[in-house]
């Protein structure tokens, strides 16, 4: 009886542990609140008041797994207007949840709130979120991880810690003034005043060096590096002295492993890395600065630092702090196109892909910067761009203009005449010598709020050419609401004969922020089976000002799995 009963009760606590492994695999739904606050924040010797969320500065990590869901109630106790977008996050069907001002929904004005509701479907890796009206991402930006779901496991070995590093840039001054002060001017933005990993400037600035980030690390391990550009209008190199890097996975989506010494990431995008502990146990920089393609323009020229600390490493927890000066490495020159190029090239889906063919919209658009004559009535103040002008950005000549009174997505739903067009054109109005010396009359462009109409399910490829107007430069274009698949890049004008023959249709990359090579294009492909209105522009937060973005309008399908879901009751009006 005794052996029966025994039996029984082992049978039970199996049941037991099998119902809880099952329910622990139950996709779960994380609250969190985030308030939008001034706090004092003290870099480079000196305080300012700047824009946080919860007070912390960078903003908080949010982890969740594959199939979750967030709702992140958002209350705004600052003085300007904000909202929070989830970078890189599909927004299957919940494009108000998407977050960029006047696109998807009004902003949160002072004093206001709004719950942002999605699931994670189909993602995992490292993305994160960030505010997505006027230059607030300075300082609001946070970590998004997406582990896989409950008993999987990632497609590499596991590592055996994890660390973010967010890299970030800074002004010593209010970023919103700043871009104010262009606005008023017509001129460039001031540059930032240094780079920052986890918010901290590191060792090579003053009164930073307290501060710097330690990431410890043991002899033999191999740990888990998620890396994100947060900076606002900067591409940037990033290395660590004397190690290797293999990277794993971009914009939350698993690569084909490949080994190198130096990465290069714009604005919005992410790289998962391992790193080994195979050298003498001391202290490394980890280091970044900037990677940049604009001729005669002023930048950011300063370096950010972190330090790798081997736990075993001499004096490593000294009370007088360590004696060895960490080992800096090596970082490419400013402007090392080459190595830029050689980095993004060398991504690849782990496995063969579905790469979308017969397509259906064969698109062609140009992108890059432009200057607007001084408008009569304005000042010489006012028109402080090269030769009394004003900068403008635009792609396919067309320079984007936001609406003010209600979002594109509200109207687009709802029909509402008046706000924007559908009418954003499918290639250039002019055919011209992209990368060559171009005729002055195609520098001024024509201002508009249009979008491209596509039809749910429509396969789509875009062709993304950099052009010299102003100056050519490498430009990060993200897209909001999907990932694709970067196919091809290169440099000089788009051959349709030839540079199709460059095509990867077996295992191309799948991003959802592309660098567009200075002088250089890059082809991508998507299907539209995500309905709603998706800004895409370039991540350099200048350029968006300026104008460099268009959105495409994509239709509801067939029913209620086709369509966006009805607007929330909450959705700030304007």
């Known amino acids: 009886m005794e052996v029966l009963n025994s039996s029984i009760f082992l049978l039970g606590v199996c049941l037991l542990l099998a119902s809880s492994?099952?329910?622990?695999?139950?996709?779960?739904?994380?609250?969190?609140?985030?308030?939008?606050?001034?706090?004092?924040?003290?870099?480079?010797?000196k305080t300012h008041k700047s824009i946080?969320?919860?007070?912390?500065?960078?903003?908080?990590?949010?982890?969740?797994?594959?199939?979750?869901?967030?709702?992140?109630?958002?209350?705004?106790k600052a003085r300007y207007n904000v909202t929070i977008h989830w970078h890189g996050i599909r927004q299957m069907r919940t494009g108000w949840a998407d977050g960029p001002e006047f696109v998807t929904q009004c902003p949160i004005r002072p004093g206001g709130s709004y719950t942002y509701r999605f699931t994670i479907q189909g993602q995992e890796g490292t993305l994160w979120w960030h505010a997505h009206s006027s230059w607030l991402r300075a300082t609001v930006y946070g970590a998004l991880i997406i582990h896989p779901k409950q008993g999987d496991s990632y497609p590499f070995t596991k590592p055996k810690r994890e660390q973010t590093l967010l890299l970030g840039e800074w002004w010593d001054a209010n970023p919103i003034d700043v871009l104010k002060q262009a606005t008023r001017t017509g001129a460039a933005p001031n540059v930032s005043d240094a780079y920052t990993i986890n918010g901290q400037p590191g060792d090579l600035y003053k009164c930073s060096s307290k501060d710097t980030v330690i990431v410890p690390i043991n002899s033999g391990e191999t740990n888990l590096l998620r890396v994100v550009n947060a900076a606002l209008n900067q591409q940037l190199f990033f290395a660590v002295a004397n190690h290797k890097l293999t990277i794993v996975s971009a914009d939350a989506s698993y690569t084909k492993p490949f080994t190198t010494t130096t990465l290069m990431l714009g604005p919005g995008q992410t790289t998962d890395v391992l790193i080994t502990g195979d050298q003498p146990p001391s202290r490394y920089y980890m280091a970044a600065r900037a990677y940049f393609s604009a001729q005669n323009a002023q930048f950011d020229n300063t370096t950010t630092t972190a330090i790798l600390e081997y736990e075993s490493a001499p004096c490593s927890n000294c009370k007088n702090g360590p004696s060895t000066k960490p080992v800096m490495p090596q970082l490419p020159a400013y402007n090392d196109t080459n190595t830029a190029s050689a980095f993004t090239t060398s991504f690849r889906s782990p496995r063969k892909v579905e790469v979308p063919t017969d397509i259906d919209?064969?698109?062609?658009?140009?992108?890059?910067?432009?200057?607007?004559?001084?408008?009569?009535?304005?000042?010489?103040?006012?028109?402080?761009g090269p030769n009394g002008t004003r900068f403008t950005a635009s792609m396919n000549n067309v320079s984007f203009v936001l609406p003010n009174n209600i979002s594109i997505l509200q109207a687009f739903q709802q029909n509402i005449p008046g706000v924007?067009?559908?009418?954003?054109?499918?290639?250039?109005?002019?055919?011209?010598d992209y990368t060559g010396n171009v005729s002055r009359s195609l520098w001024q462009p024509k201002s508009g709020t249009k979008g491209y109409r596509l039809n749910?399910?429509?396969?789509?490829?875009?062709?993304?050419q950099d052009t010299s107007i102003v100056t050519p430069e490498n430009h990060p274009i993200h897209l909001h609401g999907y990932d694709f698949y970067v196919l091809a890049e290169g440099f000089g004008n788009f051959n349709a004969k030839t540079d199709t023959q460059k095509f990867n249709l077996v295992d191309p990359p799948m991003r959802n922020t592309v660098a567009v090579p200075v002088n250089g294009w890059a082809v991508i492909r998507f299907v539209a089976d995500n309905p709603g209105a998706w800004i895409m522009h370039c991540h350099l937060d200048v350029h968006?000002?300026?104008?460099?973005a268009m959105v495409f309008l994509v239709d509801n399908g067939v029913g209620k799995l086709q369509s966006v879901e009805p607007p929330p009751a909450d959705l700030p009006l304007c």
């Open 420 to 432: 924007v067009t559908s009418d954003f054109p499918a290639n250039p109005q002019q055919q011209f």
């Open 21 to 45: 492994t099952m329910s622990s695999a139950e996709p779960k739904t994380h609250n969190h609140e985030f308030v939008i606050q001034a706090t004092p924040v003290k870099r480079l010797c």
């Open 456 to 464: 749910y399910g429509s396969r789509v490829q875009v062709v993304l």
């Open 52 to 76: 946080t969320v919860n007070g912390q500065f960078p903003g908080p990590t949010l982890e969740v797994n594959n199939g979750d869901t967030l709702v992140v109630k958002v209350t705004n």
């Open 544 to 548: 968006i000002n300026w104008g460099l």
């Open 361 to 384: 919209e064969n698109l062609f658009f140009t992108i890059g910067l432009g200057l607007n004559n001084c408008p009569k009535n304005f000042p010489s103040s006012r028109c402080q």
